[in-house]
């Protein structure tokens, strides 16, 4: 079963969507919101498809030195994708923000978050 691996505020009328149609859930966190499994610890043994979040939930650790790639090292690692909600209008300086690990995170509008989960998590069909 493809699981998908949520940070706290994900919504989760979507995340129910997603386990009905058959994918799994996985609470994580960014290691100081106390939510779930701390993302950098993430491991193949989680069997985890896809990670999705706030963009404010990846850049929280930076005050403390922990940077946004350092966070993320653990998806690079695995080949985990990673799905950033931000609305349209803030993408270009999310973007910016993020240019470290382009190469693993996609940003996404919240309210195209299940069409994008969907095709990710490899959904034939999804209404």
């Not at 058959?22 to 069997?47: A, C, W, Y």
């Not at 990670?51 to 939930?57: A, I, M, R, T």
Request: glycine residues 8%.
């Amino acid at each position: 079963m493809p699981t998908i691996a949520y940070m706290e505020g994900t919504d989760a009328l979507t995340l129910t969507r997603l386990s009905a149609d058959g994918i799994g859930t996985m609470p994580v966190g960014n290691g100081f919101d106390n939510h779930g499994k701390f993302i950098s610890n993430l491991s193949e043994r989680d069997e985890v498809d896809l990670l999705v979040g706030y963009l404010h939930k990846f850049l929280a650790t930076q005050r403390q030195g922990f940077f946004v790639e350092d966070l993320l090292q653990s998806c690079r690692e695995c080949h985990v994708p990673v799905l950033v909600l931000v609305p349209e209008p803030s993408q270009p300086s999310a973007r910016r923000a993020l240019a470290k690990v382009a190469d693993i995170v996609t940003l996404v509008a919240p309210e195209f978050l299940y069409d994008e989960a969907a095709k990710r998590l490899g959904l034939s069909s999804h209404p």
